[in-house]
């Protein structure tokens, strides 16, 4: 069920609140170009600004807009258990068919502290998680042992969105686990790499903007099609370059906006891009003949 290109999907806000029509657009958008599974409340889609009321909401009218057309894997992880649970339980009543759980940030737990974490959150609900490494945003890595010592004593520990940059720390994630635990690229520029390699697809920011193209080379790929997987590759590595140029999800919102896809509206401490910045983020979507 989760595999090839899964959007991690931007919260569209207008005049301060979530722009709900904008999302049921965005939704359609992404569903009628090959996207596999929407993943709402990420990282890319400013969870850590939204009150507790928009998480719930923006994750129901997730599912409620992929009315079954595709699963929706929420984003509910937290650096505390028990509101991680909470977050994660409202989420599969709401109809989610998995949960994304991020590593617990800022209080930086150890090895043995993340495997009670998810541990914890695995025995209190019952839906399946796939567990998110960043230790760029979290402080701390999930090594691969951690991974499968997870993946062996919680059934429901399905996979691991993983966005380390290291394909050495993957292939020893794939070595470890059982087969069928779930390796997905949480890099744009590490897709092909990753599939490579025995990953499944990309929960993805730039398929926020270019769906179809990031479902091609996943299918493409899982066709044997390596030559066109390439080329898109390579199509592709420019234009996200500019996604990361700032802090996700500042150029993709700001390209959005440019797209007139949503509002390009951020919350605090998100801000703007800077002008230089910006110029090249517009270079890159002529490039792409996106505006």
Do not use: W
Not at 90 to 102: E, N, T, Y
Not at 123 to 146: C, F, K, M, Q
Not at 284 to 290: F, H, S
């Amino acid at each position: 069920m989760f595999k090839g290109s899964m959007v991690a999907l931007v919260t569209p806000f207008k005049n301060g609140k979530v722009d709900e029509k904008a999302l049921r657009e965005l939704v359609e958008f992404q569903i009628k170009n090959g996207t596999t599974a929407l993943v709402p409340c990420g990282t890319t889609g400013e969870s850590a600004t939204l009150s507790y009321e928009e998480h719930d909401r923006v994750i129901e009218l997730s599912v409620q807009f992929a009315a079954g057309r595709v699963p929706v894997i929420a984003g509910t992880g937290a650096n505390s258990t028990e509101e991680a649970i909470a977050l994660t339980e409202h989420a599969r009543k709401a109809g989610a068919k998995a949960s994304l759980q991020v590593s617990p940030y800022y209080n930086r737990p150890t090895q043995k502290g993340l495997y009670l974490h998810f541990k914890a959150i695995a025995e209190a609900v019952d839906i399946p998680l796939i567990l998110y490494n960043i230790a760029s945003r979290t402080g701390v890595n999930i090594e691969p042992e951690t991974f499968a010592r997870l993946a062996r004593d919680c059934n429901n520990i399905i996979g691991v969105k993983e966005a380390s940059g290291s394909l050495e720390q993957m292939a020893k994630i794939k070595k470890l686990c059982p087969k069928e635990f779930l390796l997905i690229s949480g890099d744009d520029a590490l897709t092909l790499p990753v599939m490579a390699i025995g990953g499944t697809g990309i929960i993805s920011v730039v398929a926020n903007i270019i769906p179809r193209d990031v479902a091609d080379i996943c299918a493409a790929f899982e066709k044997g099609d390596i030559r066109k997987a390439q080329e898109l590759h390579y199509k592709m590595l420019p234009l996200v370059k500019a996604m990361f140029i700032e802090t996700n999800p500042i150029p993709v919102k700001t390209a959005m906006g440019l797209m007139k896809m949503c509002e390009p509206s951020l919350r605090l401490p998100m801000c703007e891009m800077e002008p230089a910045n910006r110029e090249k983020l517009v270079k890159e979507l002529k490039e792409y003949k996106l505006i």
